[in-house]
């Protein structure tokens, strides 16, 4: 199998609070997750991209200094959004990389849904 | 020109019917295509995986490539109203490069 999941799965919090996602492959070890945000019927924007033990690289236009990704091990990964406010409420999506015979796959956690008041 | 395309849909078709859904690109050095289904307010989940040009069939779904036009296509068989979802398709040029998404085509399939 391959499961990622994500947890919270929702979460409302107050403008200016810091709010953390946290992403594991249940059952692979993943050198590679990814992070995305998506907006209501709109596809998916990659933010940022996590290699175990390093620091991720982030997509043009994403602030690195809000949206802090720590990968600390091969199976989990965690999204922090920095006083956050309602223009980061989103559904934001994690991806773990799992390798296979000649390459590898993403496979998708279930999301998260963050409401910022 | 979007690296990759997608008709937004909605696609609406009866239940039982065949259904095409389509991707086109641009960039000719994609040679690793995935098909994802995404249910309202899930992740997307995975359901076809193929490399380089050609068919591959599993159940109801055949994946087609065709990398000459620039091309590809999931085609469900016998459709159910659970076959009902946003299908996403994503590519990639080489084996370690992040995958790009399409937009994403919405299906509904009506009992």
């Known amino acids: 199998g391959a499961v990622v999941s994500q947890h919270p799965s929702w979460v409302i919090c107050k403008s200016g609070t810091s709010v953390k996602i946290e992403c594991r492959s249940l059952?692979?070890?993943?050198?590679?997750m990814f992070w995305y945000r998506q907006f209501p019927k709109q596809s998916l924007m990659l933010m940022a991209t996590?290699?175990?033990?390093?620091?991720?690289?982030?997509e043009q236009g994403v602030e690195k200094d809000k949206f802090l990704i720590n990968h600390a091990s091969l199976t989990l990964s965690t999204l922090t959004v920095t006083s956050a406010h309602p223009e980061d409420s989103s559904f934001y999506i994690c991806?773990?990389?799992?390798?296979?015979?000649?390459?590898?796959?993403?496979?998708f956690g279930p999301g998260t849904r963050l409401t910022v008041l | 020109q979007k690296e990759v395309e997608q008709d937004p849909g909605p696609l609406s078709v009866p239940e039982g019917a065949i259904v095409s859904l389509n991707c086109t690109y641009s960039?000719?050095?994609?040679?690793?295509f995935m098909w994802y289904r995404q249910y309202s307010r899930k992740g997307p989940e995975l359901l076809m995986y193929?490399?380089?040009?050609g068919n591959k069939e599993d159940g109801r779904f055949t994946a087609q490539v065709d990398k000459s036009s620039k091309y590809i296509s999931l085609f469900i068989r016998d459709s159910q109203p659970s076959d009902s979802a946003t299908y996403l398709c994503?590519?990639?040029?080489?084996?370690?490069?992040?995958?790009?998404f399409g937009p994403g085509t919405r299906l509904s399939v009506l009992p």
């Open positions: 996590s290699n175990e033990g390093s620091k991720a690289t982030y």
């Open positions: 059952d692979f070890q993943a050198t590679t």
């Open positions: 991806s773990a990389s799992k390798q296979g015979p000649s390459t590898d796959t993403q496979y």
């Open positions: 960039n000719s050095a994609f040679q690793y």
């Open positions: 193929t490399y380089s040009s």
């Open positions: 994503a590519m990639r040029r080489d084996y370690g490069q992040n995958f790009v």
